[in-house]
Structures are given as structure tokens and as C-alpha cells.
T-cell receptor, first 111, second 110 residues
């Protein structure tokens, strides 16, 4: 089946930029998402990008999509301790109700 | 803002009990989903529903059933709880593409 891969952990210093990477296999992916999960909570939709876009910026968040390499990244500028969470990448094609999620990247922000 | 609520944040049940987890959304979304989340395994889809009274099995439906009698409510039922069903259960709703999640129910079966 289709797959979404992410690295499990990322550790950054407060104030630095964080880059969380994701690769996917479904060439018909239409929508790609980033979700954030804080400890003990559900997932919160952070941002999304359509497959016909290369980049999307929203305040401190920048999403880059390389459709040729099936690579998605989330950059968080000026990372704060409140950004510590698990970040999930997800994709789906327009013909499906069901997204495919990666296993999540735990972002640890230290002073 | 979309609001998805789940009936309990924490639940402790005994092996063999029948367990009901309820999920309610207030945005008239067609699609609703139940996932379980376990360390190292990510999110796994149990069941989903794309309309009232309609349901489809996900990747791990064994030991679970669901009910959707009203559009806003999607219930997950554990017919006879077992210790391997100890997990975090997440409900989500979706208008079409993006999903909106509830806060989760951490279920412990002893």
C-alpha cells in the first residue's frame, strides 16, 4: 500500500529553525498535511498544501513540496519550547476519504 | 471553529466488559473516523463512516464495532474488552479532505 515516512526524532535549540521531513510514495497525492500533537491531546491541523503548489508560508511555518522527489518538509522558524510536540505528515488523493499518516516526528526543543 | 468532542479523556475497564466510546462533531461533516494510537505504530484506522448508518472497516477492525445513527455522532464499541485494546483512541471528522480530531480517550483495560 501507499506509505509515508518520517524520521522519529528531531532535537533543536530554542530560537533555531526546525526542519521536519517527510517522503511519500503515492504519485496521485493531491493534498498534503502537517498535524501537530501536543502531549495527551488529539491532532491539530497545522497547515496543508495542494500538490500543484511548491511552497506555502504561514507566519513561522513554511511548507515545501518537491513533487518530483515526493518530499514534503515543514520548517518552523524561531522554534520555541511550546513547539515541542509530535508532528505528523499525511497525504491523500482526491478519490479517497482516508489520508495516510506518517508515524510522527517528535520535536524536542531545548533551551 | 470545528469542535470534536469525545465522551471521556480517561477510562479504565475490566477484561470482558463492553465499552462504548462516543464522539460528537458540531460541523455537519459527512465523514467520521476512529483511530487508535500506540507508541511506535502511529495512527491505525479502525473504522470510518461516510454517511449516517454507513460504515467501512479500516485496517484493524477486529474486536471493534461502530454505530452512526445520527450525522453528528459516531460511536466505537468494544464488545468484550481485552488487555491488548489498551490504547489511545482518537476520533476525527472531515468535510472531505482535512481531518479534525477530538482530544482522545486513553483507555486502560485491566
Amino acid at each position: 500500500g501507499e506509505d509515508v515516512e518520517q524520521s522519529l526524532f528531531l532535537s533543536v535549540r530554542e530560537g533555531d529553525s526546525s526542519v521536519i521531513n517527510c517522503t511519500y510514495t503515492d504519485s496521485s497525492s493531491t493534498y498534503l498535511y502537517w498535524y501537530k500533537q501536543e502531549p495527551g491531546a488529539g491532532l491539530q491541523l497545522l497547515t496543508y498544501i495542494f500538490s500543484n503548489m511548491d511552497m506555502k508560508q504561514d507566519q513561522r511555518l513554511t511548507v515545501l513540496l518537491n513533487k518530483k522527489d515526493k518530499h514534503l518538509s515543514l520548517r518552523i522558524a524561531d522554534t520555541q519550547t511550546g513547539d515541542s510536540a509530535i508532528y505528523f505528515c499525511a497525504e491523500h488523493s482526491g478519490g479517497s476519504y482516508i489520508p495516510t499518516f506518517g508515524r510522527g516526528t517528535s520535536l524536542i526543543v531545548h533551551p | 471553529d470545528v469542535k470534536v468532542t469525545q465522551s471521556s479523556r480517561y477510562l479504565v475497564k475490566r477484561t470482558g466488559e463492553k465499552v462504548f466510546l462516543e464522539c460528537v462533531q458540531d460541523m455537519d461533516h459527512e465523514n467520521m473516523f476512529w483511530y487508535r494510537q500506540d507508541p511506535g505504530l502511529g495512527l491505525r484506522l479502525i473504522y470510518f463512516s461516510y454517511d449516517v448508518k454507513m460504515k467501512e472497516k479500516g485496517d484493524i477492525p477486529e474486536g471493534y464495532s461502530v454505530s452512526r445513527e445520527k450525522k453528528e455522532r459516531f460511536s466505537l464499541i468494544l464488545e468484550s474488552a481485552s488487555t491488548n485494546q489498551t490504547s489511545m483512541y482518537l476520533c476525527a471528522s472531515s468535510p472531505k479532505n482535512e481531518q479534525y480530531f477530538g482530544p482522545g480517550t486513553r483507555l486502560t483495560v485491566t
